[in-house]
C-alpha cells in the first residue's frame, strides 16, 4: 500500500499515518491540476477524495444536501465525486472572464485582481492542458466570423470563442499521468473523506496540525503536513469550512467572515427561437468547429452593459438528439467517468447512421454535425444578484460518516428574474438579424412558468475572496484565521460574472503554485 500512488482506502483495514509538503481535499478539476503543478515543482503531495476512482453524482458517495428553498440541481446532479470529480461528466469548456468582468459594481476591485491573473496565467494554463497557441479566445471569434464579426460589433456586441478540451482530456485525472518520473508522484487516497481536524493556536490564529480521513468500513488515514488546501468545489468546500470552525473548541475562522454564504449560479433561460428556415444559417455561423482535437463555440456579450445590472453572456443553443449523438455521448462519458458504458444493440443499430455522419463533418467539415430538423435557440446566461440569505449551513442530521449533512438555502429572487427579463430584451434588441445575413430571431416569453431559468451547475461566493471583513479567503487564497490553509475552488469567486468558472479557477490555482516555497 505504502508504494501505491493510487490506494482505495476502502479495499484495507489501515491507520496508516502519511507526511507530505501538501495535502489537497478533493481530486476533481483544481485538485488534480495543483497536485500535477506542486509535484513539477518537487513538492510531495497527497489528495484526499471522496468518491471512488470511477465517478459518481453526490448521493452515492453519501453527501445528499438538505434542499430547503428551491430545487437547486447544481448541488445534486450538477456536482460529482471520484478521480477526476465533474471533470468526468463536464462537456470540458474553458473561457476566461475578461475585461468584461472589470465593469462589475459588485466587489469591482477583486474582479480586477481575478482578472489581471486570469490574463498573467491563462498562456500557462493552458499550456498545461495541451492547447499551445495561447489565449486567443476573442481572436479565434473575429477570425471565423470575418465579416459578420464587424457587424455584430457594431450592433453592440463582443463576440468570444470557447474553447473546448479534447475528448480524452476531459477527465483531468490525464494531468497526473504526464508529471515527469523524476519528479515525486501524488499519492491519492480515494473512497477517504475528510472527517477530523485537528489545531494549534498560534499568536497569527490558528493552524492545522494533522487531518484524519476515513472510509465507510471505518479504515483511516491521517495526515500531516505544513500546507493543505481545500479544493472540494463551492458546495462541500464550504461545508468543510463550517465545520473546521464547529470542531475546534474555539471559533477559528475570522469571526466576521461567512463561510458558505453568498451561493450563487448563472441562470440560463431560453430567450429567443431560431426560424425552422433559418436553422441551417445558424448552424454555418454558430455550430461547434474543430480545431484538430479541440472544439470551438461562439459567445456573445453586450459591448456596454447598463451599469449596475449582473453580467451576461448568450450563445445559439443547438438541441442535438438524434440517436447517434446520444450514443456518441454515452460511450464518451462512459471513459470519462472511468464507467462501463450503458448501451444496447436497438441503441447502437439506430445510432450507426447518425455516427457516419457525425464523423463524416469532423473529419472533412471540421464541424459538429448539426441535423436540419435540430431546433437552434439563443440562450442566456446572466449571473444571480448575491445575496446573503443564499447559503451553506451544518444541518442537525448526520450522514453516514458522522458528518453533519449541508442544508442548502438557494433561491431565484424576483430581483434576478426582473434582471434577466432587462437583460434578455437588450441583447435581443441589439440583433441585427436577417436583413444583415444574419439569422432571425423569434424572441420568447419569459415566464416563470412557461420558461423558467435555471442553473447552469457553476456554484460561486460559498468561500469568496477578497479584503473586507465578510470574505473567507484573503486574495492569496488563504483562508482568513488559518495560517496554513488555502481555498482553490469556484467559491472564491463573489459572483459567477460573464463566464464558466472553472478556467478562471484554474489561474487562480497556478498564481498558487507560483507561491508555494
Known sequence: MKNSPWVNLAATATTEEVQTDVCIIGAGAAGIFLAAQLARKGKSVVIIEAGPASVIDADGVG????????????????????????????????????????????RAG????????????????????????????????RLKLGLFADILSHAGYDIQASLLLPFLRKNFSFLLSEIPKSKPQPRVFYNAVAKDWTFRGTVNGAR???????????????????KYVLAAGAIETGRILLEMDQSSSQPILNSRSCPGCY?????????????????????????????????????????????GTPLAFAHIDFELQNAGFKLAKELMWAVQGRRMP??????????LGDLMKL????????????????????????????????????????????????????????????????????FLNLWPG???????????????????????????????????EEAVVDLNLKVRGLENTWVVSTGVFPSAGTANPTFSMLCLANRFVDQVN
Open 434 to 468: 436577417r436583413g444583415a445575413g444574419l439569422p432571425d430571431l423569434i424572441a420568447r416569453e419569459l415566464s416563470p412558468v412557461k420558461n423558467k431559468p435555471h442553473d447552469a451547475y457553476h456554484p460561486v461566493g460559498t468561500c469568496r475572496m477578497g479584503d473586507d
Open 63 to 106: 453527501f445528499e444536501p438538505i434542499l430547503t428553498g428551491d430545487d437547486y440541481p447544481g448541488a445534486t446532479i450538477g456536482r460529482y465525486f471520484g478521480m477526476g470529480g465533474s471533470t468526468g461528466r463536464w462537456g470540458g469548456l474553458l473561457i476566461p472572464h475578461t475585461y468584461h468582468d472589470r465593469r462589475h459594481v459588485h
Open 263 to 307: 451561493l450563487s449560479d448563472h441562470l440560463s433561460v431560453t430567450i429567443a427561437e431560431v426560424p425552422f428556415s433559418d436553422s441551417k444559417l445558424a448552424a454555418d455561423m454558430f455550430a461547434y468547429r474543430f480545431e484538430r482535437t479541440w472544439m470551438r463555440g461562439i459567445r456573445l456579450l453586450e459591448h456596454k452593459p447598463f451599469i
Open 208 to 226: 492545522v496540525i494533522g487531518l484524519r480521513a476515513i472510509s465507510r468500513n471505518r479504515n483511516s488515514v491521517t495526515v500531516t503536513a505544513p
Open 110 to 141: 477583486v474582479w480586477d485582481f481575478i482578472v489581471d491573473c486570469v490574463e498573467r496565467h491563462a498562456p500557462v494554463v493552458l499550456s498545461q492542458l495541451g492547447y499551445r497557441k495561447g489565449s486567443d479566445f476573442f481572436e479565434y471569434a
Open 342 to 351: 450503458v448501451i444496447t444493440p436497438n441503441s447502437v443499430i439506430s445510432g
Open 359 to 426: 464523423a463524416w463533418h469532423r473529419c472533412l467539415r471540421s464541424r459538429l454535425y448539426i441535423s436540419k430538423t435540430s431546433p437552434a435557440h439563443l440562450q442566456l446566461d446572466m449571473e444571480q444578484h448575491p445575496i446573503k440569505e443564499n447559503k451553506i449551513s451544518l444541518s442537525q442530521q448526520f450522514d453516514e460518516y458522522g458528518r453533519r449533512r449541508a442544508a442548502i438555502n438557494w433561491r431565484i429572487t424576483e430581483q434576478d428574474v426582473t434582471s434577466l427579463s432587462e437583460i434578455a430584451g437588450r
